[in-house]
């Protein structure tokens, strides 16, 4: 595994996305996705630079980011099941699956703080994945507004495991319209400026369609 390396081709490749749309690469923030990784290849990402951390299961969670901690941005992107959200809330600075309104009166219980969330949305409407259907988006953050621990900063969702560019981006694309809509509203809970989009095989698409995070494992670390 060479991570800076990795991390070269990736920053190329954003850059590449970046100009044929006209953003700016700083607007795009990249997630280690350590799920994969052990704990001395996770710190060798941190060394080459990379400052955002992401995790899918609760105890990997606790495990890297007691190992990595200081600077870190801590991002949990998994499905995070009721009973765990004690262990995780107070530690997490980015809850990017908030799919559900017992996850959310959950962690209005538990958090000491507000949460930077990003609503999980299944946008192709798989029956394998998690997330809101794109039309409960809009209701659910509306039924927020009575939690003081809930922040939405944005939306978030995977797309199809498929070779189907065209798909993957109407994917993108479609989430980028809601985030949009849901910015409209000006709700001081849900500022909605941010959308979670983009893993190692269809990131630069992401970009193209509005990504401001996008989470990387594979192309990463490997
Ligand atoms: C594993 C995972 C990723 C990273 O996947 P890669 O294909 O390895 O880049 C991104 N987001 C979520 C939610 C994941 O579970």
């Known amino acids: 595994m060479n991570v800076k390396e990795n991390l070269q081709v990736i920053s ?10 006209k953003r700016n690469p700083e607007e795009i923030t990249i997630l280690a996705v350590t799920k ?23 105890d990997d969670f606790l495990k890297k980011r007691e190992a990595l901690n200081d600077d870190m941005t801590w991002h949990f992107i998994g499905t995070l099941q009721s009973r765990k ?11 990017h699956s908030l799919d559900r309104p017992s996850l959310a009166a959950e962690i209005e219980k538990r958090a000491n703080k507000p949460v930077k969330c990003f609503v999980q949305v299944n946008v192709a409407e798989e029956e394998s ?7 409960d988006v809009i209701p659910f953050i ?22 189907d560019k ?11 319209l809601l985030q949009q809509e ?6 001081a809970y849900a ?15 992401a970009i193209e369609e509005g990504a401001t995070f996008i989470r990387l494992g594979r192309s990463l670390i490997r």
Do not use: W
């Not at 849901?182 to 709700?187: G, M, N, R």
């Open 166 to 176: 065209e798909l993957i981006r109407s994917v993108f694309k479609r989430l980028r």
């Open 85 to 95: 959200v004690r262990n995780v809330i107070n530690k997490v600075d980015y809850l």
């Open 191 to 205: 500022p909605c400026t941010d959308l979670s989009m983009g893993m190692s095989n269809d990131y630069p698409i």
């Open 12 to 21: 190329s490749k954003i850059n590449e996305a970046c100009s044929k749309v």
């Open 36 to 58: 994969y990784a052990e704990i001395d290849e996770a710190q060798r990402v941190a060394e080459a630079g990379v400052t955002h951390f992401g995790e899918n299961r609760d």
């Open 142 to 163: 509306k039924s927020l507004e009575k939690y003081e621990k809930i922040q939405v900063v944005g939306l978030m969702t995977m797309a199809p495991h498929t070779e």
């Open 129 to 135: 994945k998690h997330g809101l259907l794109v039309n």
């Open 182 to 187: 849901v910015k409209a509203l000006h709700l």
